[in-house]
C-alpha cells in the first residue's frame, strides 16, 4: 500500500525497464505499460506531438483538432484536449486510433517520473501524480541498483543545471527532465579507481557536455 492506502503497482526489474525505456525512446520499439485501464494521460490536460512522418496517424485525426507545433518546424503538429483536459481521440475511455496513435503516446511510460523522482507539475496532471506514487520497482542485482543511482545523479543534474543547458537540448516540462536524465544516466556511472567496481561518479561538467553535444547532434 501507498502512503494514501492505495495498492502499489509492480513497476518490473528497474535495468530490463530502463533497457526497454532507452530501445523506446530510440525508436526500436514502443513502451509496453501495463497501464491497466488507466487513462490518467490522456485525460491529463496534454499537448500530444505528432510528428510530420506519421502520416498514418494525422490521416486519422479530424484536422480542426491539430494545430502546428510551437517552436518546431513546419509539418509539426499537436493534439490538443477539450474542455474537461480530454484527448478527443479518447472515445468511451479507449483510444480510438490505437493502432495508430502518435508516437508521443508510444512512447509515453509515467514509470520515468517514478525512476527519476521528478515531480509531476500542474493540477491537471494529479491522476497522472497518483499513479506514479504506485509504482514499485525491483532491484534484484547489483546492477539494478547502480542503474537506479546514476538516473537518480542524472535527474538531480538536470534538476540543477537545466537553465544552463543547450538551447533545445534542455527540458520544456517535468516528462522531458525525466526522459534527458534517462537518457543520459551512463554518463553517471564511472569506473571506481579502488575497487575496480562500477561506482556512479559526481558530474563532471565537462563529460556532460560532451554527452549533450553528441545527443543534440552538434
Ligand atoms: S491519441 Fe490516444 S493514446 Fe494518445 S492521448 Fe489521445 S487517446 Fe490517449
Redesign the pocket.
Known sequence: MTEDGLPTLAAGGFSTWLAAMLRALGGAAGSEVPCGGC?A??TSS?F?HVGPDETETLARIPPELLFPAPRLPSGNMV?GYDADGH????IDNR????EH??R??RTYDCRVFAATGVEIDGDEQVAIAERVRRWRFDFPTDDDRRDHVAVLAAARFVRRRKAALPEGVGPANATQQAVLAIEMHEAFIGRHDMTDGDAVVDDDHELIRAVLRARSGT
Do not use: E, F, K, W
Open positions: 487513462t494521460c490522456c496534454q500530444v493534439l484527448c478527443p481521440m479518447l483510444c480510438s486510433i490505437y496513435r502518435p508521443t503516446c
